[in-house]
């Protein structure tokens, strides 16, 4: 069974930068892609940016799009989420997860931007 662990969340102010990761086991993770969602609280959980299992294509919510960079590492099984200029709408837990994702979920890591 895939294991998901998230981390890099905390609280910035406004116009920062965080970068988070996920390192995933408990499968073959080179064969997938894989994206970060986000969920805020009291809204759904949403698509953030996703990454071909080569890591030769990536894309991007249109919310995100010229502020995040997804990437990945196959070598170290872990995909990463730099966010640059953040905004306070931005605040959200991210959970990363295979694209399309599994039923199983990481615990998430806390991303708070602060005006």
């Known amino acids: 069974q895939v294991q998901l662990v998230e981390s890099g969340g905390g609280l910035v102010q406004a116009g920062g930068s965080l970068r988070l990761s996920c390192v995933a086991s408990?499968?073959?993770?080179?064969?997938?892609?894989m994206a970060w969602f986000r969920q805020a609280l009291g809204k759904q959980r949403e698509f953030v940016a996703g990454?071909?299992?080569?890591?030769?294509?990536?894309y991007y919510s249109d919310s995100v799009k010229g502020r995040f960079t997804i990437s990945r590492d196959n070598a170290k099984n872990t995909v990463y989420l730099q966010m640059n200029s953040l905004k306070p709408e931005d605040t959200a837990v991210y959970y990363c997860?295979?694209?399309?994702?599994?039923?199983?979920w990481g615990q998430g890591t806390l991303v708070t931007v602060s005006s």
């Open positions: 997860n295979t694209d399309p994702p599994t039923g199983v």
């Open positions: 408990g499968r073959t993770f080179s064969r997938y892609a």
């Open positions: 990454i071909t299992w080569s890591g030769g294509r990536t």
